[in-house]
């Protein structure tokens, strides 16, 4: 049978204290209803309903590329409401599940058998145990263990209140089935809202039955709310994220202090020390060492190559045998050739660096193209920016800077050429000479230094 998935991400999310609509807030780098769409995905689903309201345009816009369809609540009048908002699009003939924007860590498998139940023509309800369960409608049964309805916790006695089995708010149903059920809500309840839950008493009313599922980890079925559940769900996926690494064969010096946000492709052997933060693609070759406090974005290294601490690396490509650190940054459109060593306080920007190269010590290297075998001395600057344009530097192969040049772009050093320390170069050196410019040195005999009056 076809499944339709409907998203309910309308609300405004208040508790978070935040100009940004609640489903837009990050976890694992992406906004929490990208993770949501993405489960539905994979649920192989015929159609993806999102039904949006506060905010609706800039929600829109964070997804323009996302093959969902957008439905619009104006108004926030419960979950049932929501959810009936998106019914005339979807065919009798579908199953319906009902997914939350603000659930990021749902899995499909746990989705699945409410599905299952659901094509059979019955009620699926995903259910969780919660010691606590504050908050959180309660799961009511028959006699012969049978769910014969959800009460909220605000209309629960006190005796219902004692359940610690709760409603998580996925449900699966029969399209035709659920489009009328939600047609009949009402809304005489503390809230004033229509529930969602209140389907549940009119499927036992109708003979449907209802059956549960309950979920194998309480984190994944949490909402979102505030500021600390967003950062207590984070830890677990980032949990969740190291222990799939791990499985892989990635080394980490502490699963605790290692955060992924986007994907991680790993050779064998790799080791990744603490506080590291990938971000974005990441391909990691054999025999990959990552240091303590390192960044890297969008990064794809090759085999052996070692990055030190507290380095930022994005949007690279690291040759293989190449030494980075510590504390360098290398930023975007920068590719390192093999074998290359970029050094200490070194910052690398929109460069090509050939094999054999090194830049070692406190140096700057912008829109620059560097050959094989290149030896840049430290406190080298390339001057590529005249206060309106960028210029490019190009050095040649086997040559060797010295230490506190300025090379004013554009400017070339030809293959095998040397350049003093301490030179200004503003014209092109030719291959094999050297090339310097310094003024004369001279010394003021008898000179003597200022003193303060005693």
């Not at 159609?47 to 619009?72: P, S, T």
């Not at 039955?209 to 980890?217: I, K, L």
Request: aromatic share 4%; with cysteine.
């Amino acid at each position: 049978m076809p499944l339709s998935i409907v998203i309910l991400a309308a609300g405004q999310g208040t508790r978070m204290r935040s100009e940004l609509p609640k489903v837009l807030h990050p976890l694992g780098g992406r906004p929490l209803l990208d993770h949501v769409i993405d489960s539905a995905h994979r649920l192989h689903a015929s159609d993806i309903h999102v039904v949006i309201g506060h905010d609706a345009e800039r929600v829109r816009r964070e997804f323009a590329d996302a093959a969902v369809h957008w439905v619009m609540q104006d108004r926030q009048l419960g979950t049932g409401h929501a959810v009936a908002q998106a019914m005339p699009d979807i065919p009798d003939g579908h199953t319906v599940l009902v997914m939350y924007g603000d659930v990021p860590l749902i899995r499909e498998e746990t989705l699945d058998p409410l599905c299952v139940i659901a094509a059979q023509g019955f009620v699926g309800l995903l259910t969780a145990e919660l010691e606590v369960p504050t908050g959180y409608g309660r799961i009511l049964h028959n006699a012969d263990g049978s769910i014969c309805g959800v009460v909220e916790e605000k209309d629960a006695s006190a005796a219902e209140r004692s359940l610690h089995e709760v409603n998580t708010g996925f449900i699966a149903a029969p399209a035709a089935k659920l489009r009328r059920w939600v047609a009949e809500l009402d809304n005489s309840n503390a809230q004033g809202e229509f529930y969602l839950t209140d389907v549940v008493v009119r499927a036992v009313n109708d003979g449907v039955s209802v059956r549960g599922f309950t979920a194998d980890t309480v984190e994944e079925v949490m909402g979102i709310n505030d500021r600390a559940q967003l950062a207590a769900q984070e830890r677990y996926f980032q949990r969740r994220q190291a222990q799939r690494c791990m499985r892989e064969g990635v080394t980490l010096i502490d699963p605790a202090r290692f955060d992924l946000r986007g994907n991680l492709d790993a050779g064998q052997d790799v080791v990744i020390d603490v506080n590291a933060v990938l971000e974005g693609e990441i391909r990691l070759g054999n025999r990959v060492t990552v240091g303590p406090n390192v960044v890297m974005r969008n990064v794809q290294a090759g085999d052996g190559v070692v990055i030190l601490a507290n380095c930022v690396i994005e949007d690279a490509v690291i040759g293989s045998g190449a030494r980075i650190g510590p504390f360098a940054r290398v930023r975007p459109e920068t590719r390192l050739d093999d074998h290359t060593h970029v050094g200490n306080f070194v910052e690398i920007k929109k460069s090509d660096i050939g094999a054999g190269s090194k830049v070692n010590h406190l140096s700057y290297i912008g829109d620059t193209t560097i050959g094989r075998g290149v030896n840049i001395g430290a406190g080298t600057i390339t001057c590529n920016y005249d206060g309106a344009n960028k210029h490019r530097t190009v050095i040649g192969d086997d040559v060797f800077i010295g230490s506190d040049t300025q090379l004013v772009a554009p400017v070339t050093v030809e293959d095998g050429a040397t350049i003093g320390a301490g030179s200004t170069i503003t014209r092109d050196a030719p291959a094999g000479e050297l090339t310097l410019s310094r003024a004369q040195q001279t010394t003021r005999r008898g000179w003597k230094r200022p003193a303060k009056k005693r």
